[in-house]
């Protein structure tokens, strides 16, 4: 059966700092925070860009591609109701270094690779959108570019 | 480094009395009550009474953490046993569990004790009950009125990954991909464990267990299954840090700190740590043998955090005791980490057999194998004499602090 998340969501606080990555993908869209001088995407969110101290940093929208850095298949019935679902770590296609802890879905587990493409897809919950990620399937219509 | 110079300022501490209570599962005792028991043998064994100690240090204490994890406060413990102090601290933050027995150190090299009591207390498994391990955040909500998270765990929990199996599962299965890691090698921290803790008679799970019982135990979270995981578990381990003037009048051989690690050069995050497979165990042990001559070919006994199988892993790359992505062949077989092995790994049975005291268990048993108290399981050097140095590490993922300990001067 392919993957999908646990069965109940525990949901991030939107505050000043991660609220606009919580809420991004209304529009469909995934967002990291960016410096406009070094150009470095910053995650979590920080006040200035911890690379280079810059105070101009702002939101900006990524490709929504990452590849599988690691992934685990949680069994154990910490959330009632839930089948077993994967818990990946990806990497953003933008820049290596930022990860993101998320759920691998509509994908068969045994099928999950370490280095395997994945994109991005929301799940919405109240106002959360949890960026969720996906094998990259063969050529899609909405992608021309692609 | 500080090597050259002046010795490091922990060099003037020493650990002049061990303690712990009762330690098993569902004792139904209050923390405090164990703390007490702990720390009153801690004191007696140092050959001191209550009112020479003028420090006092613990982690985490005051509310830290879920359910029986944060141990009785330091002005709690100060209170039950009318302390009269000239420091004291207390708190979660800093180079893993050890932070406390570090920052002892530190203060009878600065002057301000002479003799600091520390403790750690987990009574985790009483408060639990019969309910099970939950997850961090409780596991799951349902519906309104679920709290809402921020701060680290906002960037885990969402997702499900509500333990830290999940977290370091992720670390295991990473290692099965980049270093050929498999089940069987893993599998020989958690066997090791349990044949150690055969001969330690207040060890929580002490039945036999072979490969393939380890094999055949169901999965948590996918490499991990039940035997890569700790239990929680009730005790207070306590010792006595002391200047190292009073080690000739100790009445047991007082145990020498030689160097504390204490860095953390990485990022401070489970998920955005530069390097995956190791994290911060990297920083901490490089900077533990920066403040040190002595090599980890001279370490005859090694209690590395096992909190989850994977980091005892973890941390025989990081202290050198093999190469980088080389601890599956180091244990394959079982033999190297034995206690008739060229390193002697977590004696007592390790956190996974001996019981989750949080770090503590660790520190007490490097103690207990040099000052030759381990009875059946006293490991020896080649042509049977005592152990001279061993490796203390604590802690997993961001979180890593350790601690080389020798019988004497050093």
Redesign the interface.
């Known amino acids: 059966m392919p993957a999908r998340g646990p069965a109940i969501r525990l949901l991030p606080r939107l505050d000043q700092d991660s609220g606009f990555f919580w809420t991004s993908g209304a529009d469909g869209r995934l967002r990291f925070q960016r410096c406009h001088r070094c150009g470095s995407f910053v995650h979590p969110p920080a006040p200035r860009c911890p690379e280079c101290l810059s105070e101009d940093v702002a939101p900006e929208v990524v490709s929504g591609r990452a590849t599988v850095v690691a992934h685990t298949v949680n069994v154990h019935p910490w959330i009632p109701g839930s089948e077993p679902y994967v818990v990946g770590l990806v990497s953003i296609e933008e820049q290596e270094s930022v990860r993101l802890t998320t759920n691998l879905i509509d994908v068969e587990p045994e099928e999950i690779r370490t280095g395997m493409p994945v994109e991005v897809v929301f799940e919405q919950h109240e106002d959360v959108y949890l960026p969720l990620f996906r094998p990259v399937r063969a050529v899609r219509s909405d992608r021309p570019g692609l | 480094m500080p090597t050259t110079a002046e010795p490091p300022l922990e060099r003037r501490a020493v650990i002049s009395g061990i303690g712990q209570s009762a330690v098993g599962r569902h004792l139904g005792r209050s923390d405090i009550d164990l703390t007490v028991e702990a720390c009153l043998a801690a004191v007696a064994d140092a050959g001191l009474t209550r009112d020479d100690i003028d420090g006092l240090a613990t982690y985490p204490g005051m509310g830290a953490g879920t359910g029986g994890f944060a141990g009785p406060s330091s002005p709690e413990v100060q209170d039950a046993l009318r302390l009269r102090l000239n420091w004291h601290d207390g708190g979660g933050e800093g180079p893993g569990q050890m932070r406390a027995v570090i920052a002892a150190c530190l203060a009878v090299a600065a002057g301000l004790a002479r003799h600091v009591l520390v403790y750690r207390t987990v009574s985790e498994s009483t408060a639990q009950g019969s309910g099970g391990r939950?997850?961090i955040?409780g596991?799951?909500?349902?519906g309104g009125g679920?709290p809402?998270?921020?701060g680290?765990l906002?960037?885990?929990?969402?997702?499900?990954?509500?333990?830290a199996?999940?977290?370091l599962?992720?670390?295991?299965?990473?290692r099965m991909?980049e270093f050929s890691l498999t089940r069987e090698q893993l599998g020989q921290i958690a066997i090791n464990g349990r044949r150690n803790a055969a001969d330690n008679p207040k060890a929580v799970y002490r039945d036999p267990m072979d490969l393939a019982d380890y094999l055949d135990a169901?999965?948590?979270?996918?490499?991990?299954c039940l035997f890569d995981c700790d239990a929680p578990s009730d005790g207070s381990t306590a010792f006595v840090v002391s200047h190292r003037d009073y080690a000739p009048d100790a009445p047991r051989p007082a145990c020498h700190v030689n160097a504390v690690g204490t860095a953390l050069r990485g990022r401070a995050?489970?998920?955005?740590f530069?390097d995956?497979t190791t994290m911060a165990a990297r920083d901490a042990a490089a900077s533990m043998w920066e403040r040190t001559d002595l090599r980890p070919a001279d370490v005859d006994v090694a209690q590395l955090y096992d909190g989850f199988s994977i980091l005892a892993m973890v941390w025989l790359e990081a202290l050198g005791f093999c190469g980088r992505g080389e601890s599956g062949a180091f244990v394959e077989d079982g033999t190297a980490i034995s206690r008739l092995g060229a390193l002697p790994l977590n004696t007592a049975g390790g956190q996974l057999s001996g019981g989750r005291l949080h770090g503590f268990g660790l520190i007490h048993e490097a103690c207990v194998q040099l000052r030759g108290e381990g009875g059946a399981r006293q490991v020896f050097r080649r042509g049977g004499a005592l152990p001279e140095v061993a490796a203390v590490s604590n802690g997993g993922g961001p979180i890593a602090g350790t601690l080389l300990l020798t019988r004497g001067t050093g």
């Not at chain 2, 596991?139 to 349902?142: D, I, N, T």
């Not at chain 2, 599962?169 to 990473?174: I, K, M, P």
């Not at chain 2, 995050?269 to 955005?272: K, L, Y």
């Open positions: 939950p997850g955040g596991g799951g909500g349902s679920v809402r998270f921020s680290f906002q960037w885990s929990l969402p997702f499900g990954a509500v333990s199996v999940n977290w599962a992720l670390v295991a299965e990473r991909y169901r999965m948590i979270s996918t490499p991990l995050s489970w998920d955005q530069d995956p």
